[in-house]
């Protein structure tokens, strides 16, 4: 960034704890709604020298209505937008009913995001969506998830662990060709870590797979040929930025870099 030059400023999609999670001690702070920005992810956005800004959702119980704000505004402030992980998608928001009720997810959520990637898409800003961000980013654009990887894909190896978290890793091969690619000449097959249990079943309109997993071919990165940059990857490049794991896996910051990149030409066109 030059002397004088704004900052990028990237809005990143709130988490949203809802009162009555199980497990979660029922006094003072957990008898309100939280939406949070994990440290990781506005780290990871730092680490790029852009400025991170929480996007909070609007429930329910807000004491403002979706009737009383205009995303657009947001699309126009800021420079891009970042979907971060968290709860499943809810299959109703593609058109399915929850296979088992622990897949339900988070409608609220849902809707909230996907009316925030319509907003940034129709004002040209670049979207970038982790792990959930990658799948609700193919359900905006019409695309089906499978709701649990394990039952339903059966030559799927383990995507999750929960003892392991960010530390479980698999390969993935990158597809020749693809802008994801392009990013890392040379490298056809890297680690990546996983945390999930759905992952793109159907894509969506316009969309390219950019990586698969290996040996199942799970879909971990997509991209959407669209008029504005649109990437989402299942994995959680903003764990790998803060400490040094294992060296095979795919580093994050060209992807970071060439995200903030778009967000600049865009700010600046």
């Not at 704000?69 to 499943?88: C, E, I, K, R």
């Not at 698999?170 to 020749?176: E, K, N, R």
């Not at 680690?191 to 698969?212: C, P």
């Not at 060296?247 to 865009?266: C, E, V």
């Amino acid at each position: 960034m030059s002397f004088g030059e704004r900052p990028l400023l990237i809005g990143i999609s709130a988490r949203i704890y809802t009162p009555g999670t199980a497990g979660i001690n029922v006094s003072g702070i957990w008898t309100k709604n939280l939406h949070y920005l994990e440290q990781s992810v506005a780290h990871w956005v730092l680490s790029g020298h852009a400025m991170a800004v929480m996007i909070p959702a609007v429930t329910k119980d807000s004491i403002v209505t979706r009737s009383d704000l205009d995303l657009d505004d947001y699309a126009d402030t800021l420079d891009g937008l970042m979907l971060q992980g968290g709860n499943d998608v809810a299959p109703e928001t593609y058109g399915e009913m929850p296979l088992h009720p622990e897949w339900a997810g988070d409608r609220v959520r849902d809707r909230y995001e996907i009316d925030l990637f319509n907003a940034f898409v129709a004002a040209g800003k670049p979207v970038i969506g982790i792990c959930r961000g990658c799948q609700l980013i193919n359900v905006a654009l019409g695309g089906t998830l499978f709701q649990d990887i394990p039952t339903q894909v059966t030559q799927a190896i383990s995507h999750r662990d929960a003892d392991l978290y960010e530390r479980a890793l698999h390969d993935v091969t990158l597809i020749q060709g693809t802008k994801l690619s392009q990013m890392y000449p040379g490298v056809k097959q890297a680690k990546i870590n996983s945390i999930h249990h759905q992952a793109v079943k159907d894509l969506g309109r316009d969309l390219v797979v950019e990586a698969l997993g290996v040996p199942d071919g799970i879909v971990e990165a997509i991209r959407w040929r669209g008029a504005s940059y649109v990437f989402g990857m299942q994995w959680h490049p903003e764990f790998l930025a803060l400490k040094s794991l294992d060296t095979t896996q795919l580093d994050g910051s060209p992807i970071l870099q060439d995200f903030l990149a778009n967000a600049r030409t865009a700010r600046d066109a």
